[in-house]
């Protein structure tokens, strides 16, 4: 079954900190791996997708195979990235498999 | 562009009474999708429609929800009767389609915020 696990429901920490959001997910196969982000009063939208290999925002996701992870990691943390994040999984766009999401907190 | 629109943005209905959702996705996407969002958990899919046809609806419960997408673009959910389970948010999305790795990103509505009391 496909299933996308965040571990944490929040995570708090000051401006200029390091920020790593964990994400561990469960495919027999090689799934898409995407971060979403919904900022406060706003839609939920694309903030990076592995096959992209790109830095969105300063933040960066590496997809490792061998601990089915895919953890969304920023170097200094800005009071604008306060929000709620959400990893998921699809295969070839059929469903987008969500995890629970984790409230980012920068505190200045 | 405005996005994917969705409509209305709020509804509170009393347990029982009959409620519809109306999705306008971006224009061009093949591709609709409505998920379910509870509190505190990420969406989950409801129905996937590939144009007019829905080609995975195996999460909808039948016994009382319903959709159609009859022209391939805008899209309605309705819950009939509903219940207090069903309060949660309503999220359309749209893609533009296909198994190219390209073509997966999904674009998000605001949601229908639903309450029933």
């Known amino acids: 079954a496909q299933r996308v696990t965040q571990p944490e429901k929040l995570l708090s920490v000051f401006k200029g900190a390091p920020v790593e959001l964990k994400c561990n997910y469960s495919?027999?196969?090689?799934?898409?791996l995407f971060w979403y982000v919904q900022y406060s009063r706003q839609r939920l939208q694309l903030l990076l997708r592995?096959?992209s290999r790109e830095s969105i925002k300063g933040f960066t996701a590496d997809l490792n195979k061998g601990e089915t992870s895919f953890h969304l990691k920023k170097p200094f943390a800005q009071e604008e990235d306060s929000a709620m994040y959400y990893c998921?999984?699809?295969?070839?766009?059929?469903?987008?498999?969500f995890g629970a999401g984790t409230i980012l907190r920068v505190k200045s | 562009e405005a996005g994917v629109v969705q409509s209305p943005r709020y509804k509170i209905i009393e347990k029982k009474q009959p409620v519809a959702f109306w999705c306008n996705p971006i224009s061009g996407h093949n591709t609709l999708y409505w998920y379910r969002q509870n509190l505190g958990q990420g969406p989950e899919l409801l129905i996937r429609y590939e144009n007019e046809e829905a080609v995975d609806d195996s999460q909808l419960p039948k016994d009382r929800f319903s959709a159609e997408r009859l022209k391939g673009v805008d899209s309605t959910l309705k819950i009939q009767p509903a219940e207090l389970g069903d309060s949660a948010v309503y999220l359309c999305?749209?893609?533009?389609?296909?198994?190219?790795?390209?073509?997966?990103?999904?674009?998000f509505g605001q949601g229908t915020r639903l309450t029933v009391v």
């Open positions: 592995h096959i």
């Open positions: 998921a999984l699809t295969k070839y766009g059929n469903k987008l498999v």
């Open positions: 999305a749209s893609s533009s389609g296909g198994t190219g790795a390209g073509n997966t990103e999904a674009f």
């Open positions: 495919y027999s196969g090689s799934p898409e």
